[in-house]
Nanobody, 115 residues
Framework: QVQLVESGGGLVQPGGSLRLSCTAS????????MYWYRQAPGKQRELVAT???????DYVDSVKGRFTISRDRAKNLAYLQMMSLKPEDTAVYYC?????????WGQGTQVTVSS
């Protein structure tokens, strides 16, 4: 059974940092493209960051220079390092793993940026 479990969310002040983790079981994250999405209240789910199986990364413009996606093959997890957080980064963040027809999602972790 495949599971993706996000952790690391919470309440942070503007300008602060958080690191989200996506722990995988049942798949090897090294073989999958890993994605972080977010969904704010009343808005559509948005793709935030991508890391391919080859290690290439991409980001939505609004987080470029502030967020970093990475993967730890030994621990079988993916990270989203978030810095210089803004109130508009407030959302539920979801981890997604995709390989061909296989598509797995985590349950999400809440990130709230507020003073």
């Amino acid at each position: 059974q495949v599971q993706l479990v996000e952790s690391g969310g919470g309440l942070v002040q503007p300008g602060g940092s958080l690191r989200l983790s996506c722990t995988a079981s049942g798949i090897a994250v090294s073989a999958y493209a890993m994605y972080w999405y977010r969904q704010a209240p009343g808005k559509q789910r948005e793709l935030v960051a991508t890391i391919t199986s080859g290690g290439s990364t991409d980001y939505v413009d609004s987080v470029k220079g502030r967020f970093t996606i990475s993967r730890d093959r030994a621990k079988n997890l993916a990270y989203l390092q978030m810095m210089s957080l803004k109130p508009e980064d407030t959302a539920v963040y979801y981890c997604n793993a995709r390989l061909l027809a296989w598509d797995y999602w985590g349950q999400g972790t809440q990130v709230t940026v507020s003073s």
